[in-house]
């Protein structure tokens, strides 16, 4: 018995399997003959933007987006995403917009938590402040 990546399927206390095989000319069906439990899954959570190790300007505002989907409930929004800075709530929803920060490296979690209180997150790195670029002489031969 093979097992298939059941990710992307919605879970269940009834599913049930449907087999249809074709040999180019005829076609068999076949269905479990009992229902099963699937198991319901997590959220999958994406940080869209900022890219882990991105770098914002020391006066820059700070722009964070991100994209949550869950196979029962579909995309969430709203209060089910959850947006922490260092640990700290900074807001809800699929964007948040934060003001200049003191020079830094930062951490954004997003947590998304779906209608059967299950929860998943994503975290992303960044830094604040101005790059100091170090010049080296060229060395010809």
Do not use: C
């Not at 947006?83 to 830094?104: C, H, K, M, T």
């Not at 979690?109 to 100091?132: H, I, N, P, R, W």
């Amino acid at each position: 018995l093979t097992l298939a990546d059941t990710t992307g399927l919605v879970g269940s206390d009834q599913a049930l399997i449907r087999v249809i095989a074709n040999d180019g000319i005829n076609t068999g069906t076949d269905v479990s003959d009992a229902p099963f439990t699937l198991a319901k899954h997590t959220p999958l959570v994406y940080i869209a933007a900022p890219e882990n190790g991105a770098t914002f300007g020391s006066n820059s505002q700070l722009v964070f987006s991100g994209e949550v989907f869950d196979s029962e409930d579909g995309r969430l929004s709203g209060d089910a995403l959850q947006w922490y800075l260092d640990g700290s709530r900074v807001g809800a929803g699929n964007e948040l917009v934060l003001g200049a920060r003191p020079a830094g490296v930062y951490n954004i979690t997003l947590v998304a938590t779906d209608s059967d209180e299950m929860s998943d997150k994503a975290s992303a790195t960044f830094f604040v402040g101005e790059l100091s670029h170090i010049y080296l002489p060229m060395i010809t031969r």
